[in-house]
């Protein structure tokens, strides 16, 4: 299967036959503690960073290596990590992101395990945004770019953009709560799931 490939929506998992099963057999294990961890640690170094802008600088840059030492993790474990964190597992075609979309407009959209099409891409997405914000946050400390205008610009509108962001996957993430019914901020804290 490759990264492109749909990926199938119960993730290779199939359901007990039994109806009468403990909550435990009911729910699979998805997001693992790298994960989980990575997650609610950049919701807090980005708070800070976000928070502390100009006026904390050294906090600001603190909060802001912290978010790089998390990003480089991330990429580590998009490859090396379990099923539902590698990278293959919720990169998907485009169309296949768009079909997703239209279904979810429609609360018809397909229920996946791990991250669906539209939240796979919008993890890619503030992962390039996050990194940029860096880079040009890093960039600014330097001699060679310290007060370049651009790098400036470049840097607040990263960071403004990967707001955007976390707004439109806070959507999301209450679009599928709802359609789905089940508690996904949950699940990214116990990492289980329903399982169908």
């Known amino acids: ?18 109806v009468d099963r403990p909550a435990a057999q009911a729910t699979v294990q998805v997001w693992d503690p790298v994960v989980r961890l990575f997650h609610w ?23 802001g290596y912290a978010i790089v030492g998390l990003l480089a993790i ?3 474990w998009g490859f090396v990590g379990g099923r539902y964190a590698r990278f293959s597992e919720f990169v998907y075609h485009p169309m296949t992101i768009i079909g997703h979309l239209a279904g979810t407009a429609r609360f018809r959209a397909r229920r996946y395990i791990g ?5 796979g891409a919008m993890i890619i997405a503030m992962l390039i945004m996050l990194v940029a914000t860096c880079v040009t946050g890093y960039m600014a ?8 205008r651009w790098v400036l610009v470049g840097h607040k509108l990263a960071a403004n953009l990967t707001v955007v962001l976390i707004g439109l996957h806070l959507v999301g993430v209450f679009a ?10 949950v699940s990214m804290i116990t990492g289980r799931k329903r399982r169908e």
């Open 1 to 18: 299967m490759t990264a492109f490939d749909e990926k199938d929506s119960a993730g290779g998992v199939a359901p007990p036959a039994s």
């Open 74 to 76: 991330r990429f580590v």
């Open 176 to 185: 599928a709560s709802v359609e789905y019914r089940e508690n996904l901020v």
């Open 141 to 148: 400390t330097t001699d060679a770019y310290w007060g370049v």
């Open 115 to 119: 991250h669906n099409p539209a939240g």
């Open 41 to 63: 640690s950049l919701v807090v170094a980005f708070v800070v960073a976000w928070a502390s802008g100009e006026e904390l600088q050294r906090l600001h840059e603190t909060a």
